[in-house]
């Protein structure tokens, strides 16, 4: 008798694993259009470290936009018609500052937000705050879609020491409360949307901002999407540490709901078995 119960809980056990398997297996990856491109970064070499050290967090399908400069540059994937709507998400790591003042530049600008407000989540990294800069003058849909200003940042780079603000939000739950992020460059934020939550900053230390607390890491609402920010990338190096990562993953996995409570990725959204 003890023997058939044990062979019932084995089978029982093996059958849910299998079902678990099967249900992993027919989640559909998350598909994620990555821009990378413009002037002052490595956007190439960030193009493939960027899906690489996602790939091991989360299971996502690619598709890599490399546009290149200059810094005044509309780029053509935004000039299609619907252009996002084949995606669950859209990593912006891109620095057009300079697109803004010719003709077109406001629509092009608030065509690119639009499609976030309409529902398209998105990941925004680093010199993607001052991208479109010189459109501020015309619009401020960019700036609400990023959920934050930055027109400057500090002279030079340093080893920046990143304080958790949030640690019971998905995105930070186990992330240390105070980690080093090395030869990086702290953007200033001089104005916080009012969708826009800090989850970590850093202590400002130029001259004119010295002492003041700087979002570095945040989440944003527009519309019907969700966004997660972070100012956090201007070397390469930030793009292969492990805890970057981490919060990088989770803040795409939260931004197509995709993150439970614990700050684990729901069932089928983790890195796929190799």
């Known amino acids: 008798m003890i023997r058939h119960l044990l062979v019932g809980v084995v089978l029982a056990a093996a059958l849910a694993c299998l079902s678990g398997y099967a249900e992993d297996a027919a989640v559909k990856p998350i598909k994620a259009l990555l821009i990378s491109g413009g002037n002052a970064h490595d956007y190439a070499t960030q193009a493939k470290l960027v899906p690489e050290g996602l790939n091991a967090r989360a299971n996502i399908e690619w598709t890599v936009v490399t546009p290149g400069g200059p810094g005044n540059k509309q780029i053509d994937v935004y000039k299609k018609p619907g252009w996002a709507k084949d995606y669950d998400i859209v990593v912006h790591n891109e620095c057009y500052a300079e697109v803004g003042k010719a003709p077109g530049d406001k629509e092009f600008v608030e065509g690119i937000a639009k499609a976030h407000e309409d529902g398209v989540p998105a990941i925004v990294i680093h010199g993607s705050l001052h991208a479109y800069r010189d459109a501020d003058k015309v619009t401020d849909e ?25 640690a019971d939000h998905p995105i930070m739950i186990g992330i240390p409360e105070k980690w080093t992020c090395a030869k990086e460059e702290l953007y200033v934020i001089t104005k916080q949307w009012p969708n826009c939550v800090p989850l970590a900053t850093v202590t400002a230390v130029g001259a004119k901002d010295k002492g003041k607390e700087q979002p570095v890491i945040w989440v944003n609402t ?8 972070t100012s956090l990338g201007h070397p390469n190096s930030t793009f292969q540490d492990k805890t970057y990562l981490d919060i990088l993953a989770r803040g795409l996995l939260w931004a197509c709901d995709k993150l439970d409570e614990k700050g684990q990725p729901k069932p089928g959204y983790g890195p796929k078995a190799k």
Not at 144 to 155: F, Q
Not at 222 to 229: D, I, P, Q
């Open 142 to 166: 960019w700036r609400k879609c990023l959920g934050v200003t930055s027109t400057y940042h500090e002279a030079g780079g340093r080893d920046l020491e990143v304080k958790t603000v949030k």
């Open 222 to 229: 527009l519309g019907k999407a969700r966004v997660f920010g």
